[in-house]
């Protein structure tokens, strides 16, 4: 089936916040998915599997020494964004993970984003410091499931950035089975309808009137 980006971004959020994950945390995951499915990566796919695994797990600890985080695993649901966060928010700050990162397509997706907002390039190395990936605005994504071992994530502000504000709009095309699922996920979120609902113009914002 054919949707918009704003829908895929929609559907996203609020099947994160059925999860009861932050709604800030939503907000950034449901763009990522949609950056996925702009760059020809099938995002609600890749979204659906990882709430599937992560359901009623518990949260990854982050452990913090100076100016380095480490965790064993690193989920873009559960732990992924308050690092970005803190990445971002300081010079040589770094975060190793000693096991995996889960669902590498979206959290390089919301490093991606974060790049296009703030300018400048995470580069994640291995145990020996060599570079594996580079990731900026122009990061081109391939198929990836998982990634395991040992991994150095740093952020490397750019001197001169101009934050581009492109308005295009994309169609994606999404699995019907899938939009189902991630639908009834978001159904949860919706206040039941009322005569002074209605009367107000509350919805569930899901429409791209565009």
């Known amino acids: ?12 959020k609020k099947s994160c916040v059925s999860e009861k994950i932050y709604e800030d945390w939503a907000d950034d995951i449901g763009k990522a998915i949609a950056f996925l499915q702009k760059n020809n990566m099938d995002g609600c796919e890749e979204f659906k599997n990882l709430i599937y695994v992560t359901v009623s797990k518990d949260y990854i600890t982050i452990k913090q020494e100076r100016n380095q985080l480490t965790v064993e695993d690193l989920n873009p649901i559960q732990n992924a964004i308050p690092i970005i ?6 010079q040589n700050n770094k975060n190793i993970v000693t096991n995996q990162i889960i669902s590498p397509l979206i959290f390089f997706s919301l490093l991606a984003k974060t790049s296009e907002n703030y300018g400048g390039t995470f580069k994640i190395s291995n145990e020996k410091k060599e570079i594996l990936y580079e990731i900026n605005t122009n990061f081109e994504f391939f198929k990836i499931d998982k990634l395991k071992g040992y991994f150095i994530i740093e ?5 001169k950035f101009i934050n581009p504000n492109n308005a295009k709009k994309h169609l994606h095309s999404v699995k019907k089975e899938t939009w189902e699922y991630l639908s009834q996920k978001a159904y949860n979120t919706y206040v039941p309808e009322t005569t002074v609902s209605r009367n107000s113009g509350a919805g569930a914002g899901l429409l791209d009137n565009d």
């Open 1 to 12: 089936m054919i949707v918009s980006e704003n829908e895929v971004y929609q559907i996203v």
């Open 155 to 159: 952020w490397f502000k750019s001197k």
């Open 85 to 90: 966060d803190w990445l971002i928010s300081g």
